[in-house]
């Protein structure tokens, strides 16, 4: 085997067992503002395995504490904010030429636009609108991006600083959707791959710490800045997340959302990628007597025909795999899989859901990577501050952030039951040579490319619903 290759597999391991989906950072913190310090209560039916703890002395006393403050990666309005967003969602460092970018923490700057590859091999340039008053809000919580821990952020509550690592995952995967609503992205005292990797062989791991952050950053982002500057009025609210963020926000969910009408009437959707949320086998969610169900009154987002309405206030929630064709997913494989009774993983398929298809219509995907701009890469490090996370993937040297390609692949909702428990992912069809090597990637599936296979179809799906939403809730 190549080193490439043992690099690959190595980095393969390590993202299954990070997929385990939990809460480390890095350290000082700017970007910040005031939080309650609260506690999360324990766990039921997210990401957080049987295993996790808080850190821990030798007396099993906690070494965490709250956060004072809210460290923010990115928050309209604050100063030199990274994501380039003002108090209204407006470009803060408007382009000379009309231009939206994003500025890394080192001072380089990113395009948002695409190259679109054509099916003749053309390329051809497609600028990003800069946003324009967007009137709904994202709340973003980023997937598992930290090598090692950092053994100050495990200890009383100093915060965690915002990282390139950390912004480079926001760009990657809700850098578009930019242009629909205000991005709110909180840093969090996240599980580090090499924790997972020990965690995931039985060593006690803090899951705790980083949903206590997501946690108190959400109550912050709720009574602070959720309400329009203009309107005065609660706004939508959008939650992304993927891996790790999936896992926090999840549990953000379940304690402040699910069964809360006040909170849920706000909710225009939540796209939760790369993680374990379940549902009754056939259904959509708990119905209130179900612990088995990730959410008990919050539905996966589902649409009867072309000429319903987009639905809102749902989940649209996958694990990507791009298998060998004519197998199943295989009893090993990070994602996708439940052992419980009665029961199965979500799987929402955002393009057949814009066309009012069934999620099991194999359906062409609108699908956007990140180029080496986009990443702050270069010809010695092309994936540049994600290198550790895209490491198999093949990044374009385009001028652009991303290289579009639309209807290369396709993708459907896939079910099996086997002796196993269940088994339900998105089914990745097409697109030959754009994913890894099979034999090392069917564990993991495309996981760290689940934003991307479908990100076209992801933008235009949360602008939909935030049409939809807005005509049911006039300011």
Same mark, same amino acid.
């Given at each position: 085997m190549?080193?490439?290759?043992?690099?690959?597999?190595?980095?393969?391991?390590?993202?299954?067992? =990070?997929?385990?989906?939990?809460?480390?950072?890095?350290?000082?913190?700017? /970007?910040?503002?005031?939080?309650?310090?609260?506690?999360? =209560?324990?766990?039921?039916a997210?990401?957080?395995?049987?295993?996790?703890?808080?850190?821990?002395?030798?007396?099993?006393?906690?070494?965490?504490?709250?956060?004072?403050?809210?460290?923010?990666?990115?928050?309209?309005?604050?100063?030199?904010?990274?994501?380039?967003? *003002?108090?209204?969602?407006?470009?803060?460092?408007?382009?000379?030429?009309?231009?939206?970018?994003?500025?890394?923490?080192?001072?380089?700057?990113?395009?948002?636009?695409?190259?679109?590859?054509?099916?003749?091999?053309?390329?051809?340039?497609?600028?990003?609108? =800069?946003?324009?008053?967007? +009137?709904?809000?994202?709340?973003? !919580?980023y997937?598992?991006?930290?090598?090692?821990?950092?053994? #100050?952020?495990?200890?009383g509550?100093?915060?965690p600083s915002?990282?390139?690592?950390?912004?480079?995952?926001?760009? *990657?995967?809700?850098?578009?959707?930019?242009?629909?609503?205000?991005?709110?992205?909180?840093?969090?005292?996240?599980?580090?791959?090499?924790?997972?990797?020990?965690?995931?062989?039985?060593?006690?791991?803090?899951?705790?710490?980083?949903?206590?952050?997501?946690?108190?950053?959400?109550?912050?982002?709720?009574? /602070?800045? /959720?309400?329009?500057?203009?309107?005065?009025?609660?706004r939508?609210?959008?939650?992304?997340g993927?891996?790790?963020?999936?896992?926090?926000?999840?549990?953000?969910?379940?304690?402040?959302?699910?069964?809360?009408?006040?909170?849920?009437?706000?909710?225009?959707?939540?796209?939760? #990628?790369?993680?374990?949320?379940q549902?009754?086998i056939?259904?959509?969610?708990?119905g209130g $007597?179900?612990?088995?169900?990730?959410? +008990?009154?919050?539905?996966?987002c589902?649409?009867?025909?072309?000429?319903?309405?987009?639905?809102?206030?749902?989940?649209?929630a996958?694990?990507?795999y791009?298998?060998?064709?004519?197998?199943?997913?295989?009893?090993?494989?990070?994602?996708?899989?439940?052992?419980?009774?009665?029961?199965?993983?979500?799987?929402?398929?955002?393009? $057949?859901?814009?066309?009012?298809?069934?999620?099991?219509?194999?359906?062409?995907?609108?699908?956007?990577?990140?180029?080496?701009?986009?990443?702050?890469?270069?010809?010695?490090?092309?994936?540049?501050?994600? !290198?550790?996370?895209?490491?198999?993937?093949?990044?374009?040297?385009?001028?652009?952030?991303?290289?579009?390609? @639309?209807d290369?692949?396709?993708?459907?909702?896939?079910?099996?039951?086997?002796?196993?428990?269940?088994?339900?992912?998105?089914?990745?069809?097409g697109?030959a040579?754009m994913?890894?090597?099979?034999?090392?990637s069917?564990?993991?599936?495309?996981?760290?490319v *689940?934003?991307?296979?479908?990100?076209?179809?992801l933008?235009?799906?949360?602008?939909? @619903?935030?049409n939809?939403?807005? =005509?049911?809730?006039? !300011?």
């Amino acid at each position: 085997m190549s080193r490439s290759r043992i690099l690959l597999a190595l980095g393969a391991l390590s993202l299954t067992l =990070a997929a385990a989906v939990i809460p480390t950072g890095t350290s000082a913190a700017p /970007n910040s503002t005031p939080n309650s310090a609260t506690n999360i =209560a324990a766990n039921t039916a997210t990401n957080i395995p049987a295993n996790t703890t808080s850190t821990a002395d030798a007396a099993g006393k906690s070494l965490t504490s709250p956060l004072k403050e809210t460290v923010w990666l990115c928050r309209p309005g604050i100063a030199t904010n990274p994501c380039n967003q *003002d108090l209204a969602g407006n470009p803060q460092r408007p382009g000379p030429d009309g231009t939206f970018s994003a500025r890394y923490l080192n001072g380089a700057t990113t395009t948002l636009d695409a190259t679109s590859v054509r099916a003749d091999g053309s390329r051809v340039p497609e600028p990003f609108a =800069a946003p324009a008053n967007p +009137q709904i809000d994202c709340f973003y !919580a980023y997937p598992t991006v930290d090598l090692l821990p950092n053994p #100050l952020l495990r200890i009383g509550s100093l915060p965690p600083s915002p990282s390139n690592s950390a912004l480079a995952a926001a760009l *990657d995967q809700i850098g578009r959707f930019a242009g629909t609503c205000r991005v709110f992205a909180p840093m969090y005292r996240q599980a580090s791959f090499s924790e997972l990797l020990v965690g995931g062989l039985g060593v006690p791991l803090d899951a705790e710490t980083g949903s206590r952050d997501v946690l108190d950053a959400w109550r912050d982002y709720w009574a /602070n800045h /959720n309400t329009d500057p203009v309107t005065h009025q609660r706004r939508g609210v959008v939650l992304l997340g993927h891996s790790q963020g999936t896992g926090v926000l999840s549990r953000v969910m379940q304690q402040e959302i699910d069964g809360n009408p006040a909170v849920q009437d706000r909710l225009v959707s939540a796209v939760l #990628l790369g993680g374990y949320l379940q549902v009754p086998i056939g259904g959509t969610q708990g119905g209130g $007597a179900d612990p088995a169900s990730t959410f +008990q009154h919050i539905p996966t987002c589902v649409r009867s025909g072309p000429q319903a309405p987009i639905p809102t206030g749902c989940v649209v929630a996958y694990n990507s795999y791009a298998l060998p064709p004519g197998g199943g997913l295989p009893a090993g494989s990070a994602f996708g899989r439940t052992p419980i009774p009665g029961h199965q993983m979500m799987c929402v398929n955002p393009a $057949a859901l814009l066309r009012g298809t069934a999620a099991d219509t194999a359906t062409p995907l609108d699908m956007y990577m990140p180029t080496r701009r986009l990443m702050d890469g270069n010809w010695l490090n092309p994936r540049g501050h994600l !290198a550790h996370v895209l490491s198999a993937y093949e990044l374009a040297d385009d001028p652009s952030g991303y290289t579009r390609y @639309q209807d290369r692949i396709s993708g459907k909702c896939a079910f099996t039951q086997d002796a196993n428990g269940t088994a339900t992912w998105f089914d990745i069809t097409g697109g030959a040579g754009m994913f890894p090597d099979s034999g090392l990637s069917v564990p993991l599936g495309t996981h760290t490319v *689940d934003y991307n296979v479908a990100m076209g179809d992801l933008t235009a799906l949360i602008a939909a @619903q935030a049409n939809t939403w807005r =005509a049911a809730h006039p !300011a």
